[in-house]
């Protein structure tokens, strides 16, 4: 059996190497935990402590998993696009396929095989991802562009008069769950269980439950779709002419919820963060200088990245990563987080450059980064147009991250603001027909629905604006 590529020692948050000293001295390398609370409350020096081992350094993801971290933008790119020699197949995972991963393991059920475009290379990729895209692709921006602020106008509706809220637990955790909800035709009770399994699976809590009640929810959705078909990207999954089984159909669902759901959530909710927190970025919201889409361009790139370490690869071969000697099988896991502040990149303004490897790169990129930006961008600038004296409840360094190697995650986000009075509240979203209407399921002779949602909702409150919406709308460049 092959050496691993590094004879790496499990390292608890006292054992690792002094930032002088980034390797002992008999020549082995200890692994670096990407987990627990020290982790996540302060990832930075543990990305400065890993650049120390070169643009490759040898991690642990949790008790017993260990993978090679690229910390390098560069060398993180060579990975990416080069699908020949780092494959996303996790079949080639020599470790698990040797019995070496703890059954219990909570990283192993979101880094196992599954038969998604995540997980395969080459054609099948191709097969397996043309299914979302040309499915997310017939949805109408400007259709979901309303959708999300309806969606984002009745959540606020059920705090906005108690002058404090969770940020998290209550606007950017539930609107990405009510937009996925919507856009796949999927019942309230159906979308709580498939948000709650993919939150167990970034959290490591009982990774192995979170992962059968996530497939059982995928499951029951197909079978409604199949039984009852509509026009949304659920059924035109089912439609599509690559003819994919219940089962694969059920994959790529999940998949898109894992995109859609968490971070999309940490997108918003990190964003909101900068926002409240960052002078140049309105502070107290009552005069920005950068718009909201130059907050999110911010939050892209730097740690607070809503994936903060993900992309698992795993080299075809034995193979050398700019000076790290890499086995065949053995995970290469790239760092979002360290790669895009890599201190060899050209410093300057991040506003409006999209270079970050936020989204991925290479033939694995994200396939809905427009929709992704917009919901995030619309749920931003619809708070600040309700609540514009919104105020961290908290000093910014007692928030409190959660704790995983993959995400960038805030356990809660608490503010504060003067109360407003809601006259007419938004009937619950959740409730309404499908946004595209009942149109029977697409086949390849079926021309796309048009996704109009009507006029807006009635929502209204009764303090005046002060005068925000000029602002905001400043704010926005417009």
Same mark, same amino acid.
């Given at each position: 059996?092959?050496?691993?590529?590094?004879?790496?020692?499990?390292?608890?948050?006292?054992?690792?190497?002094?930032?002088?000293?980034?390797?002992?001295?008999?020549?082995?390398?200890?692994?670096?935990?990407?987990?627990?609370?020290?982790?996540?409350?302060?990832?930075?020096?543990?990305?400065?402590?890993?650049?120390?081992?070169?643009?490759?350094?040898?991690?642990?993801?949790?008790?017993?998993?260990?993978?090679?971290?690229?910390?390098?933008?560069?060398?993180?790119?060579?990975?990416?696009?080069?699908?020949?020699?780092?494959?996303?197949?996790?079949?080639?995972?020599?470790?698990?396929?040797?019995?070496?991963?703890?059954?219990?393991?909570?990283?192993?059920?979101?880094?196992?095989?599954?038969?998604?475009?995540?997980?395969?290379?080459?054609?099948?990729?191709?097969?397996?991802?043309?299914?979302?895209?040309?499915?997310?692709?017939?949805?109408?921006?400007?259709?979901?562009?309303?959708?999300?602020?309806?969606?984002?106008?009745?959540?606020?509706?059920?705090?906005?008069?108690?002058?404090?809220?969770?940020?998290?637990?209550?606007?950017?955790?539930?609107?990405?769950?009510?937009?996925?909800?919507?856009?796949?035709?999927?019942?309230?009770?159906?979308?709580?269980?498939?948000? $709650?399994?993919?939150?167990?699976?970034?959290?490591?809590?009982?990774?192995?439950?979170?992962?059968?009640?996530?497939?059982?929810?995928?499951? #029951?959705?197909?079978?409604?779709?199949?039984?009852?078909?509509?026009?949304?990207?659920?059924?035109?999954?089912?439609?599509?002419?690559?003819?994919?089984?219940?089962?694969?159909?059920?994959?790529?669902?999940?998949?898109?919820?894992?995109?859609?759901?968490?971070?999309?959530?940490?997108?918003?909710?990190?964003?909101?963060?900068?926002?409240?927190?960052? #002078?140049?970025?309105?502070?107290?919201?009552?005069?920005?200088?950068?718009?909201?889409?130059?907050?999110?361009?911010?939050?892209?790139?730097?740690?607070?990245?809503?994936?903060?370490?993900?992309?698992?690869?795993?080299?075809?071969?034995?193979?050398?990563?700019?000076?790290?000697?890499?086995?065949?099988?053995?995970?290469?896991?790239?760092?979002?987080?360290?790669?895009?502040?890599?201190?060899?990149?050209?410093?300057?303004?991040?506003?409006?450059?999209?270079?970050?490897?936020?989204?991925?790169?290479?033939?694995?990129?994200?396939?809905?980064?427009?929709?992704?930006?917009?919901?995030?961008?619309?749920?931003?600038?619809?708070?600040?147009?309700?609540?514009?004296?919104?105020?961290?409840?908290?000093?910014?360094?007692?928030?409190?991250?959660?704790?995983?190697?993959?995400?960038?995650?805030?356990?809660?986000?608490?503010? $504060?603001?003067?109360?407003?009075?809601?006259?007419?509240?938004?009937?619950?979203?959740?409730?309404?027909?499908?946004?595209?209407?009942?149109?029977?399921?697409?086949?390849?002779?079926?021309?796309?629905?048009?996704?109009?949602?009507?006029?807006?909702?009635?929502?209204?409150?009764?303090?005046?604006?002060?005068?925000?919406?000029?602002?905001?709308?400043?704010?926005?460049?417009?």
């Amino acid at each position: 059996m092959t050496a691993p590529a590094h004879r790496a020692e499990s390292a608890e948050s006292g054992s690792t190497p002094p930032l002088g000293c980034p390797a002992p001295a008999d020549g082995t390398n200890i692994a670096v935990p990407l987990y627990g609370p020290a982790f996540a409350a302060d990832p930075e020096s543990t990305y400065a402590l890993l650049r120390r081992y070169g643009p490759a350094a040898p991690v642990e993801l949790a008790p017993g998993v260990r993978a090679t971290l690229v910390t390098s933008y560069n060398t993180a790119l060579k990975v990416l696009r080069t699908p020949q020699i780092f494959s996303k197949d996790s079949r080639r995972w020599r470790a698990k396929a040797n019995g070496e991963i703890p059954p219990d393991s909570p990283v192993a059920p979101l880094m196992s095989f599954r038969p998604n475009a995540r997980h395969v290379d080459g054609r099948e990729h191709s097969r397996l991802r043309s299914v979302i895209t040309d499915s997310m692709d017939r949805l109408d921006p400007h259709a979901l562009r309303h959708y999300v602020e309806r969606s984002a106008d009745s959540l606020i509706d059920e705090f906005a008069e108690n002058g404090e809220a969770d940020l998290m637990g209550q606007y950017a955790k539930v609107l990405p769950l009510l937009v996925f909800e919507k856009l796949f035709g999927c019942p309230a009770d159906i979308g709580d269980r498939l948000v $709650r399994g993919m939150t167990g699976l970034f959290d490591g809590v009982d990774a192995a439950a979170a992962n059968k009640l996530l497939r059982q929810a995928a499951m #029951d959705l197909i079978t409604l779709k199949r039984e009852h078909p509509g026009a949304d990207v659920a059924s035109w999954m089912l439609a599509h002419p690559a003819q994919l089984t219940d089962e694969e159909v059920a994959h790529q669902l999940a998949l898109a919820l894992g995109a859609g759901t968490e971070p999309e959530q940490n997108l918003i909710a990190n964003a909101l963060r900068l926002l409240l927190s960052d #002078d140049r970025f309105a502070g107290d919201l009552a005069g920005g200088s950068l718009p909201v889409e130059d907050a999110l361009d911010e939050v892209l790139w730097t740690t607070y990245t809503p994936l903060a370490n993900f992309s698992v690869h795993f080299p075809v071969r034995d193979t050398v990563l700019d000076g790290a000697q890499l086995h065949e099988g053995d995970p290469v896991v790239i760092s979002y987080a360290a790669a895009n502040t890599d201190p060899a990149l050209p410093t300057g303004v991040r506003a409006g450059n999209r270079a970050h490897l936020s989204w991925s790169a290479g033939p694995h990129t994200c396939p809905a980064k427009g929709p992704a930006r917009l919901i995030a961008t619309v749920a931003i600038e619809k708070l600040l147009d309700r609540l514009p004296d919104l105020e961290l409840a908290v000093p910014v360094e007692e928030l409190v991250w959660r704790p995983g190697p993959f995400h960038r995650a805030l356990a809660a986000l608490p503010v $504060r603001f003067p109360p407003t009075t809601v006259t007419i509240r938004n009937a619950d979203t959740r409730g309404e027909q499908s946004w595209t209407g009942n149109a029977p399921a697409p086949s390849e002779s079926t021309p796309q629905e048009a996704t109009s949602t009507g006029n807006r909702s009635s929502s209204a409150v009764s303090v005046p604006r002060r005068g925000w919406s000029f602002r905001t709308a400043w704010r926005r460049g417009r």
